[in-house]
């Protein structure tokens, strides 16, 4: 039986009941839809650089990625600017810039590339056949691998706590509201509040569609494959083989960092990605190309308006700032490069100038002593990072990071990068593409280290990038033939893979994607066969194929929809504790379009409903505080671990009881959840709420909090 999917997020009018509405609200029907939008900007990205490359097929990809996230990116950020934010906009929106990419006019079918000098790497457009085969098993072995994944994880709730404090409701309220406004953070830390969120907008295009978050949880999982073909063409550059630096894309992207990264609905794998296609697009042979600006350009502009921490990163790209020099860029390729970063990611700055006159707001930016932007806070280095054992375990023993044995074969290959390259110090100075990959990663830790004001290995994911880059400049110093380039590629992708999960994970996702490679290569192997023959067989696996899917979708799709629902309080309890339990009595007893209050919590995502219709509002206690730009600074120089406390602090300082209930009214909530934590026990709503019992009524109460009816 089809199973009805909520209608707020599809159809902003009710719609009488008719088989055809039935249908078209199904759960099926609306992930086929959805998978359409997504083959649209496919198709749409894959013509304009197809039509535009002369290069082969795994060098484009990484381009077709880029293009593909930019169209989903402006299909909602465009909107979402105008205040005509809607599923419906989003998918217009969608189909239009797909459509504007598939019929763009080119001047010739396949433009020419400016002939690179010899002595560089080249991306023929014929690729030889071993290289081919070993990239296409790798792009199916990864497939199977990270579907796995995903069928396994379909049924757990969202999980983790930043996508619970912003990520996701941010994306929520865009779609409730229609408009890509402020998402405040109260209680946590008020730059996420103000950072840019294009993963977010990335979550609002999965969810958008669907209704619920069954895909949008996955939102980081298509950042995986730009991170594969960014790495691969960014190793391809070093001088190694095809089919080399495909194994060390796959090693990258099956890592623990990466695969474990996948799982957790955050965007730290979309800012990988986005430097990756940054640092490949300085290979010599692309910066000569027509896309050459356009890539830069939109690589840079994309990382930015990913988030803040961006900003680590970005002196990176310095080392490389001679590749256009080296090009013979001419003025029009600069006009085209420089100001795409400020139409992609300007708007997210701009926003905060005009709102705070501090385009980084809440953080206070100050040079040689004096404060140019003022904010409400200054960030110190995390008190983890403080001494060399705490940040090597930091970078090899957490989830987060790149394990022992891996870590070392990188360390090694940087190691062997800088052997080889004492005997070409002139080429390197010549070179940015290898200048980066060497520099960058100590750089980047450096950078990391004295300014991260929160000790999580995820920042510096760009620099992990670079060290597999890095392998490719030993590998190919070392290893001149194809066949020893294979195997050092291989033993790094193996020790990656083997080190990625757990070992019964590892088995089963090995086995699924063994599985796929195999079926995947056997396909391949039909295209080979005489005509007569294979147009035959082709249609009766394509057949039996869409067969399987329409029925494992049939029984699987809604069934994954109801687990969710049915297993999100266990889930929930194990990271979040009694508080699962008044999100699940909120989201099952409460009406679901009716404003909720909340206080002292920073997680709010699970209390818009399994529809995410509810809208879900905080109303400040403080005396004259609308908003977080309102408050005054915070004390002090504060490391990550201290920045919530001191934010509840300053939020819940100097309560206007008068105040409090008159905007409470104005918000139109009918019921408020009150939670209680460690830092604030006592929060002052509780206070007011007691000495007004007329207009308060408990309806659940545990040592989480109370939820509470408001009469008017």
Same mark, same amino acid.
């Given at each position: 039986?089809?199973?009805?999917?909520?209608?707020?997020?599809?159809?902003?009018?009710?719609?009488?009941?008719?088989?055809?509405?039935?249908?078209?609200?199904?759960?099926?029907?609306?992930?086929?839809?959805?998978?359409?939008?997504?083959?649209?900007?496919?198709?749409?990205?894959?013509?304009?650089?197809?039509?535009?490359?002369?290069?082969?097929?795994?060098?484009?990809?990484?381009?077709?990625?880029?293009?593909?996230?930019?169209?989903?990116?402006?299909?909602?950020?465009?909107?979402?600017?105008?205040?005509?934010?809607?599923?419906?906009?989003?998918?217009?929106?969608?189909?239009?810039?797909?459509?504007?990419?598939?019929?763009?006019?080119?001047?010739?079918?396949?433009?020419?590339?400016?002939?690179?000098?010899?002595?560089?790497?080249?991306?023929?457009?014929?690729?030889?056949?071993?290289?081919?085969?070993?990239?296409?098993?790798?792009?199916?072995?990864?497939?199977?691998?990270?579907?796995?994944?995903?069928?396994?994880?379909?049924?757990?709730?969202?999980?983790?706590?930043?996508?619970?404090?912003?990520?996701?409701?941010?994306?929520?309220?865009?779609?409730?509201?229609?408009?890509?406004?402020?998402?405040?953070?109260?209680?946590?830390?008020?730059?996420?509040?103000?950072?840019?969120?294009?993963?977010?907008?990335?979550?609002?295009?999965?969810?958008?569609?669907?209704?619920?978050?069954?895909?949008?949880?996955?939102?980081?999982?298509?950042?995986?494959?730009?991170?594969?073909?960014?790495?691969?063409?960014?190793?391809?550059?070093?001088?190694?083989?095809?089919?080399?630096?495909?194994?060390?894309?796959?090693?990258?992207?099956?890592?623990?960092?990466?695969?474990?990264?996948?799982?957790?609905?955050?965007?730290?794998?979309?800012?990988?990605?986005?430097? &990756? %296609?940054?640092?490949? @697009? *300085? /290979?010599?042979?692309?910066?000569?190309? $027509?896309?050459?600006?356009? #890539?830069?350009?939109? +690589?840079?502009?994309?990382?930015?308006?990913?988030?803040?921490?961006?900003?680590?990163?970005?002196?990176?790209?310095?080392?490389?700032?001679?590749?256009?020099?080296?090009?013979?860029?001419?003025?029009?390729?600069?006009?085209?490069?420089?100001?795409?970063?400020?139409?992609?990611?300007?708007?997210?700055?701009?926003?905060?100038?005009?709102?705070?006159?501090?385009?980084?707001?809440?953080?206070?930016?100050?040079?040689?002593?004096?404060?140019?932007?003022?904010?409400?806070?200054?960030?110190?280095?995390?008190?983890?990072?403080?001494?060399?054992?705490?940040?090597?375990?930091?970078?090899?023993?957490?989830?987060?990071?790149?394990?022992?044995?891996?870590?070392?074969?990188?360390?090694?290959?940087?190691? &062997? %990068?800088?052997?080889? @390259? *004492? /005997?070409?110090?002139?080429?390197?100075? $010549?070179?940015?593409?290898? #200048?980066?990959?060497? +520099?960058?990663?100590?750089?980047?830790?450096?950078?990391?280290?004295?300014?991260?004001?929160?000790?999580?290995?995820?920042?510096?994911?760009?620099?992990?990038?670079?060290?597999?880059?890095?392998?490719?400049?030993?590998?190919?110093?070392?290893?001149?033939?194809?066949?020893?380039?294979?195997?050092?590629?291989?033993?790094?992708?193996?020790?990656?893979?083997?080190?990625?999960?757990?070992?019964?994970?590892?088995?089963?996702?090995?086995?699924?994607?063994?599985?796929?490679?195999?079926?995947?290569?056997?396909?391949?192997?039909?295209?080979?066969?005489?005509?007569?023959?294979?147009?035959?067989?082709?249609?009766?696996?394509?057949?039996?194929?869409?067969?399987?899917?329409?029925?494992?979708?049939?029984?699987?799709?809604?069934?994954?929809?109801? /687990?969710?629902?049915?297993?999100?309080?266990?889930?929930?309890?194990?990271?979040?504790?009694?508080?699962?339990?008044?999100?699940?009595?909120?989201?099952?007893?409460?009406?679901?379009?009716?404003?909720?209050?909340?206080?002292?919590?920073?997680?709010?995502?699970?209390?818009?409903?399994?529809?995410?219709?509810?809208?879900?509002?905080?109303?400040?206690?403080?005396?004259?505080?609308?908003?977080?730009?309102?408050?005054?600074?915070?004390?002090?120089?504060?490391?990550?671990?201290?920045?919530?406390?001191?934010?509840?602090?300053?939020?819940?300082?100097?309560?206007?009881?008068?105040?409090?209930?008159?905007?409470?009214?104005?918000?139109?909530?009918?019921?408020?959840?009150?939670?209680?934590?460690?830092?604030?026990?006592?929060?002052?709503?509780?206070?007011?709420?007691?000495?007004?019992?007329?207009?308060?009524?408990?309806?659940?109460?545990?040592?989480?909090?109370?939820?509470?009816?408001?009469?008017?």
């Amino acid at each position: 039986m089809l199973q009805k999917a909520p209608a707020s997020l599809f159809h902003p009018l009710p719609l009488s009941s008719t088989p055809l509405v039935e249908l078209l609200l199904c759960d099926e029907f609306r992930l086929l839809y959805a998978t359409a939008l997504m083959a649209a900007a496919i198709a749409g990205a894959s013509r304009f650089i197809n039509r535009r490359l002369d290069t082969d097929w795994p060098d484009r990809a990484a381009d077709i990625a880029l293009l593909v996230f930019i169209i989903q990116y402006l299909a909602v950020g465009l909107p979402g600017m105008l205040g005509i934010l809607s599923p419906v906009t989003i998918a217009l929106s969608t189909i239009a810039l797909s459509a504007g990419f598939f019929f763009a006019p080119c001047r010739a079918h396949r433009a020419a590339i400016s002939k690179p000098p010899s002595a560089l790497p080249t991306a023929s457009p014929i690729l030889p056949k071993l290289d081919r085969r070993i990239i296409i098993a790798c792009i199916l072995f990864a497939a199977g691998y990270l579907g796995g994944m995903i069928v396994h994880q379909a049924p757990a709730p969202v999980l983790a706590n930043d996508a619970h404090t912003y990520h996701f409701p941010a994306a929520v309220r865009w779609l409730q509201t229609g408009r890509i406004g402020l998402y405040e953070t109260w209680f946590f830390n008020p730059a996420n509040t103000y950072s840019p969120l294009a993963g977010s907008t990335f979550i609002a295009w999965w969810l958008a569609p669907l209704g619920n978050d069954i895909l949008a949880k996955f939102a980081q999982f298509p950042a995986l494959a730009l991170v594969f073909f960014a790495t691969l063409r960014l190793a391809r550059a070093m001088g190694i083989r095809a089919g080399a630096a495909g194994n060390l894309a796959l090693g990258l992207i099956l890592s623990q960092p990466f695969v474990r990264q996948a799982f957790i609905e955050k965007d730290d794998l979309y800012l990988a990605a986005f430097f &990756a %296609a940054a640092f490949a @697009a *300085i /290979a010599p042979e692309r910066m000569k190309d $027509r896309l050459a600006p356009w #890539r830069v350009g939109a +690589a840079i502009g994309m990382a930015l308006a990913t988030k803040y921490t961006a900003l680590m990163m970005l002196p990176l790209m310095l080392l490389a700032m001679d590749a256009p020099f080296r090009a013979k860029w001419k003025f029009r390729q600069y006009a085209i490069a420089l100001p795409i970063p400020l139409l992609l990611a300007g708007p997210w700055f701009i926003r905060n100038a005009l709102l705070t006159g501090n385009p980084l707001f809440p953080l206070n930016i100050r040079l040689f002593g004096h404060t140019i932007f003022p904010g409400i806070l200054t960030t110190a280095p995390s008190l983890d990072l403080r001494s060399p054992a705490s940040v090597w375990s930091i970078l090899t023993r957490h989830d987060q990071s790149m394990p022992i044995i891996p870590t070392i074969a990188l360390l090694l290959g940087l190691t &062997a %990068a800088y052997a080889g @390259a *004492i /005997a070409w110090r002139a080429a390197i100075l $010549r070179a940015p593409r290898i #200048r980066i990959c060497l +520099a960058g990663p100590p750089i980047a830790i450096a950078i990391f280290v004295l300014t991260s004001p929160y000790p999580e290995a995820r920042f510096i994911y760009p620099a992990l990038v670079l060290l597999a880059g890095a392998l490719a400049v030993a590998i190919n110093a070392w290893a001149r033939h194809a066949i020893a380039q294979l195997i050092a590629a291989g033993v790094f992708a193996l020790a990656c893979i083997l080190t990625g999960l757990s070992i019964e994970w590892i088995g089963m996702f090995s086995a699924i994607a063994l599985a796929v490679a195999l079926l995947g290569g056997g396909a391949l192997w039909l295209l080979g066969l005489p005509k007569q023959y294979r147009r035959r067989v082709i249609a009766y696996e394509t057949a039996m194929l869409l067969s399987g899917l329409a029925i494992w979708i049939y029984v699987s799709f809604s069934a994954a929809i109801k /687990a969710e629902h049915s297993i999100a309080l266990l889930a929930w309890r194990m990271p979040y504790g009694q508080s699962a339990d008044l999100w699940q009595f909120i989201r099952d007893k409460l009406p679901p379009t009716e404003p909720l209050a909340y206080t002292n919590s920073t997680y709010t995502y699970a209390m818009t409903g399994s529809d995410l219709r509810r809208p879900v509002v905080y109303v400040p206690t403080r005396h004259n505080i609308r908003h977080l730009h309102d408050l005054p600074p915070l004390p002090g120089e504060l490391p990550g671990e201290r920045i919530p406390s001191q934010a509840t602090l300053a939020t819940f300082a100097d309560p206007d009881p008068d105040q409090w209930l008159a905007r409470l009214s104005e918000s139109g909530a009918t019921h408020i959840a009150v939670f209680i934590n460690d830092t604030v026990p006592t929060p002052p709503e509780l206070a007011i709420i007691q000495a007004h019992p007329e207009k308060f009524r408990a309806l659940y109460s545990n040592p989480a909090g109370t939820v509470y009816e408001i009469s008017r």
